[in-house]
């Protein structure tokens, strides 16, 4: 179960970073135990910034970085690499059909599996919906101005 207080509930899982941004959240499932981490942004300018983040925290493998949109992305993920535990995705506040049509997309896609949990990050006063094919929302999370909602295979 993934909780701050086990330290250990992110031994050995894949993760996909979409809209990765700074890298922060692939990151961060790395430095608690991750085994590796698809980190997946289109912004020529950001995926300098997750290289040199990477390589300023001395990260030399278990991470790719694909510089794509995140549907696009999702389909250039090295063959051979597993369905991810955790999807995170996180794009621009002002984008909000970037989280349907990415969450439509998630629920077709052979990169989850059965166990994976979609993690959604966005603003408070927007609802990315309850259902996305056989995914279904479980959980939302509020921080501030800012919510996080937890997606699974019903």
Known sequence: ??????????AGSFWIDLYAGTGAVGIEALSRGAARVCFVESSPAAVQII????TSLQI?????????DALEGLGRIRAG???????????PYRLEHAYLSTLDFLAGSPRLK???????????????GEKFGRLTRYRTLHQGEAALS????A
Do not use: C
Request: hydrophobic letters at 40%.
């Open 51 to 54: 290289h040199e983040n990477l």
């Open 114 to 128: 059965q166990t994976s949990i979609v993690i959604t990050e966005h603003r408070k006063k927007f609802d990315p």
């Open 60 to 68: 030399t493998s278990r991470f790719d970085v694909i510089r794509a």
């Open 150 to 153: 937890f997606f699974r295979q």
């Open 1 to 10: 179960m993934l909780t701050a207080g086990n330290p250990t509930a992110l």
């Open 81 to 91: 690499i597993p369905p991810a535990d955790y999807v995170f995705l996180d794009p």
